[in-house]
């Protein structure tokens, strides 16, 4: 019985330290962390798509409460003016989510450019719209409102071939995109202003 | 204890060699042996985890009951590896990109469990930090080495850290691409297995 209650003793000890320890290095470097991907994985889509700029939009970023999750947007400065803004959205593809970087012009309401980070399509099929830069070149200086879709379902954007599915998500992304951008649009401007 | 705290670090780097003289752990060192840095990133994240749970085993042995020792070893080893990882992901997150799901499997990675029960269990902490560190810069060297292999004959170059890279082939080599698939690695560690045996046979 002894034996019993020292290895439950034991094991709970040596698990509840390590949790601990755990859970402190992970805060500790969870900025260091979202710092890294945004240089690794997102930053050069922001890059292609905030062309022109004179600031690392990595560093001049903020956050928005949009309900329950926090958004992040990066600002682009042009000429010493706030112009640009790029942020996230994703739209259900193929294999699942289709993350999109989104850059627009604050002063014209156009997009600048559509870039997508992160998916799980088929190579060499749905994969391509992150791949065939003529794709998501379709959506550059479009205006940024109403309801994107692709050509066979009345839409503006030709899909690619052989990846409707796709083309379709990264359509309804770049639309969840504009609803973000109605929503929280007040608010951007007026956040805009810090990074004069 | 008849051997001294310099034979158990040494033995590390020959005597039992991982890969080569402990045949563990070879899941990680096939799998990622395709670049130099890959080989030695590999190795110094498991040269960390190797020490410093070998140093804490040996802290903790004669509090650790005997039938829940495995238990106490994986949740002392999980620990650290998840430690390595979250450093990685802050500090060098490119060759956490390239290193990928390997980095958390360092967990089942043998050596290191290996060495918990067989040496840091029934020994000192001073012994048994000379024990990781010799078998972790071994397995360090080892990895680095059958990288060094592959990468020469698959891409022609050499990539020992970040930028430092050298092409040393001519722009006529043809790169013998097998050498960085799988099968290239298995045959490129059983030839180098080869060699020391008969290196180690006299």
Redesign the interface.
Request: glycine content about 2%; proline content about 2%; overall charge positive.
């Given at each position: 019985m002894n034996?019993m209650v020292?290895?439950v003793v034991?094991?709970t000890v040596?698990?509840c330290v390590?949790g601990g320890?755990?859970a402190f290095?992970?805060q500790n470097?969870a900025r260091?962390?979202e710092y890294?991907?945004l240089?690794?994985v997102k930053g050069p889509a922001i890059m292609a798509i905030l062309k022109g700029i004179s600031n690392n939009p990595i560093e001049d970023r903020f956050k928005i409460k949009d309900g329950e999750v926090e958004r992040s947007f990066y600002v682009g400065i042009v000429d010493g003016e706030p112009k640009y803004v790029a942020f996230e959205s994703s739209g259900g593809g193929f294999g699942g989510p289709v993350g999109l970087i989104i850059g627009v012009d604050l002063t014209t309401d156009k997009i600048l450019g559509v870039g997508v980070t992160t998916h799980s399509e088929t190579p060499g099929v749905g994969a391509r719209a992150k791949t065939d830069p003529d794709f998501v070149a379709q959506f550059g200086g479009l205006p940024f409102k109403g309801e994107f879709k692709v050509t066979t379902d009345g839409g503006q954007i030709d899909a690619l071939s052989g990846a409707t599915v796709t083309s379709r998500g990264v359509c309804a992304g770049v639309t969840e995109a504009i609803k973000i951008y109605e929503r929280l649009k007040d608010q951007i401007k007026e956040k805009v202003k810090a990074f004069k | 204890m008849a051997k001294s705290i310099a034979q158990e670090f040494t033995k590390g780097l020959w005597q039992e060699i991982p890969p080569f003289r402990l045949v563990l752990g070879l899941c990680p060192t096939l799998a990622v042996t395709k670049t130099v840095e890959n080989g030695i990133g590999m190795g110094v994240a498991t040269t960390f985890v190797l020490v410093f749970s070998n140093i804490l085993v040996a802290a903790?042995r004669k509090?650790?009951?005997s039938?829940?020792r495995i238990?106490?070893f994986i949740?002392?080893i999980?620990?650290f590896v998840?430690?390595v990882e979250?450093?990685m992901?802050?500090?060098a997150?490119?060759l956490f990109?390239k290193l990928g799901i390997f980095i958390p499997l360092i967990v089942v990675n043998c050596i290191v469990l290996g060495r918990a029960e067989a040496f840091a269990s029934k020994n000192g902490i001073v012994a048994s930090t000379a024990d990781g560190l010799g078998i972790g810069i071994g397995f360090t060297l080892s990895l680095a080495a059958l990288a060094a292999v592959r990468e020469l004959l698959g891409s022609g170059s050499l990539t020992i850290w970040g930028d430092l890279s050298f092409q040393v082939m001519g722009p006529s080599f043809k790169p013998f691409t097998f050498m960085i698939q799988a099968p290239g690695a298995f045959i490129c560690l059983g030839l180098m297995l080869c060699l020391m045996n008969l290196v180690g046979s006299k």
């Open positions: 034996e020292k290895m034991v094991l040596l698990s390590s320890s755990l290095i992970r470097t260091q962390i890294q991907q240089k690794f | 903790l509090l650790i009951p039938k829940v238990a106490c949740i002392i999980a620990t998840t430690v979250l450093l992901q802050a500090y997150y490119g990109m």
